[in-house]
């Protein structure tokens, strides 16, 4: 009986510890949140502004290959829409970097933030000068690299790769919008 109960304890302590590094694993670094909620918080100055995940929508990886690792949320403020915040990741030329995409809720893009960039080179497409670029693009229209969206120096790769997955991002959300998924 002893014995029993001794692996009943085992067992609830190894859960127990499972849970809390699944917990811990899943969110995001407090740095990165911060940085989240600031800029959100510039676009949006509400108080009451809640994120809230989509957690059901159709994301076609075959479509939209140049994004990866895709979050939806909507902003609310009470029970009333507010916009979307869309997170992504693409490819720079070794590394993926991640960024968020402020929608309007009509699709209009409010905001673009790189939230981490991994690799060593390539960094200047985190400029707010550059990134400012993107906003009140809508459909992924006027989004060319090197057309629309200037060049910038340093970054060869990383350039066009944000401008492709911010254009895809564009594109994306208004489909989903368009077909009630969101």
């Known amino acids: 009986m002893m014995r029993f109960l001794n692996i009943i304890r085992l067992i609830v302590i190894v859960f127990a510890v ?17 940085k989240i909620n600031k800029e959100v918080k510039k676009i949006f100055p509400l108080e009451d502004l809640t994120m809230v995940k989509i957690e059901d929508f ?32 693409s490819k720079g030329k070794n590394d993926y970097f991640d960024y968020m995409v402020l929608f309007s809720e009509n699709m209009e893009i409010k ?17 707010k ?5 993107f906003i009140g693009k809508v459909k992924g229209e006027e989004m060319e690299f090197e057309k629309d969206i200037d060049g910038i120096s340093g970054a060869t790769i ?17 489909e989903l919008k368009e077909k009630g998924v969101i």
Not at 129 to 133: D, E, Y
Not at 158 to 174: A, E, L
Request: aromatic share 10%; net charge positive.
């Open 129 to 133: 000068s550059w990134l400012k670029q």
């Open 18 to 34: 499972g849970l809390t590094f699944t917990s811990q694993a899943s969110s995001l670094p407090k740095s990165i949140q911060k």
């Open 158 to 174: 990383s350039g066009p790769s944000m401008t492709k997955g911010v254009k895809t991002v564009s594109i994306m959300m208004s």
């Open 58 to 89: 159709n994301f076609d990886t075959f479509k939209y290959q140049s994004i990866k690792n895709v979050s939806l949320s909507r902003l609310m403020c009470s029970d009333q829409l507010m916009g979307y915040a869309c997170f992504a990741s």
């Open 111 to 127: 905001k673009v933030i790189v939230l981490m960039y991994r690799s060593t080179y390539g960094g200047e497409i985190m400029a």
